[in-house]
Nanobody, 119 residues
């Protein structure tokens, strides 16, 4: 079974930084796309950023210039460097991966990690 394990969430003051990490484990042929989503209280889950196996990236307008997504193909990991954090960035952040296994392609999700930006 594919598992995504996240780390790096926590409490930070406005203007601070956090780095989220997510590593995929299990029997995996390849990972095409990895990304980060977030869900704030009272809101729907939304895309924060994603990165393809070729290195193409996309960011939500709200985080452009502040967040940077990267990946390590050998480690099957994705990272999200979050700078200049704002209170509105407070949410549960979820790692997502488009995974190719013997049974075919499927989307997998991490357990979610809480990011709280507050004074």
């Amino acid at each position: 079974q594919v598992q995504l394990v996240e780390s790096g969430g926590g409490l930070v003051q406005p203007g601070g930084s956090l780095r989220l990490s997510c590593a995929a484990s299990g029997i995996i042929f390849s990972i095409n796309v990895m990304g980060w989503y977030r869900q704030a209280p009272g809101k729907q889950r939304e895309l924060v950023a994603f990165i393809t196996s070729g290195g193409s990236t996309k960011y939500a307008d709200s985080v452009k210039g502040r967040f940077t997504i990267s990946r390590d193909g050998a480690k099957k990991s994705v990272y999200l460097q979050m700078n200049s954090l704002k209170p509105e960035d407070t949410a549960v952040y979820y790692c997502n991966a488009d995974v190719l296994r013997s049974s075919g392609r499927g989307d997998y999700w991490g357990q979610g990690t809480q990011v709280t930006v507050s004074s």
